[in-house]
């Protein structure tokens, strides 16, 4: 019998695919290369969200895209607040958040699911 909930994704769907997965690699690259990969994930996603619109891709790019404004804006907050000592368990918290939607996402992306 013939598993018809199993469809062979189309050309445009895989380069989504690809390109979702390159950007999370990009991401955890981020660190050792103070964020100049994330910076070009970053793009990648708002090139490709486009593309994505309307199909299960989309929640990936939303997500990169979020991610990295959200870990931006707390940073930018955080980083005075470590005068205080108060910015260095955010700041830590934020690195374990940042690594976490990344890996998810990451996972949910090579298991070819939606990010939500």
Known sequence: MVDLTQVAPTRNEASLRGTAILCYVLYLLGWPTVHVTTIVALILAY?????????????????????FWISMIIGIVAIPLCFVFIGIPILIGLGVWFLYRTIKGLVRAIEARPYV
């Not at 790019?61 to 979020?66: A, Q, S, V």
């Open 47 to 67: 090139v490709q969200r486009s593309e994505a619109r309307g199909t299960s891709w989309e929640s990936h790019y939303r997500n990169l895209i979020e991610t």
